[in-house]
């Protein structure tokens, strides 16, 4: 992937820029806004995007907390922040989009000729990461679910494997996940096409906690140090991270959730994590650990339906 032209012609500075978007279909086009900080050398580019759902808040608030703390003139290399990354769901305080209730981060590398959100991640792939050192997309558990602070990076594709978890390890949390090949997703997408990338979650329920926005700003900063982007380092992260590997177990049923463990919880193989529950107060379904390890991420949200998201059973990875 070719490298923008517009990141070919920006003096060293802060640079306000929009992405144009045309959703087709009869609908108005809109803006995705983003800033580009030059510093001193073109190289290193690192791409931090956030917003890629709507009711994720988190991300968005340490993008913006990320371009008031840096200087371009103390950078070495080119960080480009796209702090709303889906400005239709954001708008609209969803996860998916309004437009055609599509999954930004199920949908890329997009299709310039596709649906609204398709046309959405083609334009942000192919004129925003296109070409880049790496990507950092920030997430959090958005309105219905909390995620502890975790980084996550891939094994796979090999050629961008070992970038990838060395700017997870720099990030410098706790929980090292190591996640699954999945199309569509934003960061996996991204690496196949030659970008190491990494997905971050911190927080959720809806909120924007200032500890949660802090772990997300504070690690960018560590993995800018670390690549000799910034000449402040930040604390170094351990040495060796336990690195864990799991997916979401969803609800067998729709009723109302009562939660029985949180988040850090380490459970055995069956336990009961949850209660799904009749209006009437009867226990309709019950979620049980699909394995032994740590609980990772919870629905927090009251009602659920079949299938929804429910919990996260992290193990240790080998």
């Not at 480009?80 to 590398?109: E, G, Q, Y």
């Not at 060796?240 to 193989?269: K, R």
Request: charged share 15%; glycine share 12%.
């Amino acid at each position: 992937m070719e490298t923008p032209p517009v990141f070919d012609v920006l003096a060293p500075g802060h640079h306000t820029c929009t992405l144009s978007v045309e959703p087709g279909a009869g609908m108005p086009p809109y803006t995705v806004p983003y800033a580009v900080l030059v510093g001193r050398t073109p190289r290193p580019r690192i791409v931090v995007t956030a917003g890629v759902h709507g009711d994720e808040f988190e991300g968005v608030r340490a993008a913006g907390q990320l371009l008031q703390a840096i200087n371009p003139a103390d950078l070495v290399g080119t960080l480009v922040v796209v702090p709303v990354a889906h400005s239709p769901a954001h708008d609209a305080r969803t996860r998916r989009s309004p437009l055609d209730d599509a999954d930004l981060n199920r949908t890329f590398p997009g299709d310039p000729d596709g649906t609204p959100t398709a046309r959405l991640a083609a334009a942000l792939m192919t004129q925003i990461v296109a070409g880049a050192d790496l990507l950092i997309d920030l997430h959090s558990g958005g309105t219905y679910t909390q995620f502890a602070p975790m980084v996550g990076f891939r094994a796979e594709p090999e050629a961008v494997a070992a970038a990838s978890y060395a700017a997870a390890a720099a990030f410098g949390l706790p929980w090292l996940w190591r996640m699954s090949p999945d199309r569509g997703v934003f960061s996996y997408e991204a690496s196949c096409r030659g970008v190491p990338s990494i997905g971050v979650e911190a927080g959720g329920r809806g909120g924007c906690r200032p500890e949660d926005v802090a772990v997300l700003r504070d690690g960018v900063l560590r993995v800018l140090a670390q690549r000799g982007m910034l000449p402040k380092p930040m604390p170094a992260p351990p040495q060796s991270l336990p690195i864990y590997e799991g997916g979401w177990t969803l609800s067998p049923a729709t009723g109302l959730w009562e939660a029985h463990v949180g988040l850090g919880d380490v459970v055995a193989a069956g336990q009961p994590l949850a209660h799904i529950i009749s209006p009437g107060g009867e226990i309709i379904a019950v979620v049980r650990a699909p394995h032994a390890g740590m609980v990772g991420a919870i629905r927090t949200f009251c009602a659920v339906n079949e299938g929804d998201w429910a919990v996260t059973v992290f193990s240790r990875g080998v």
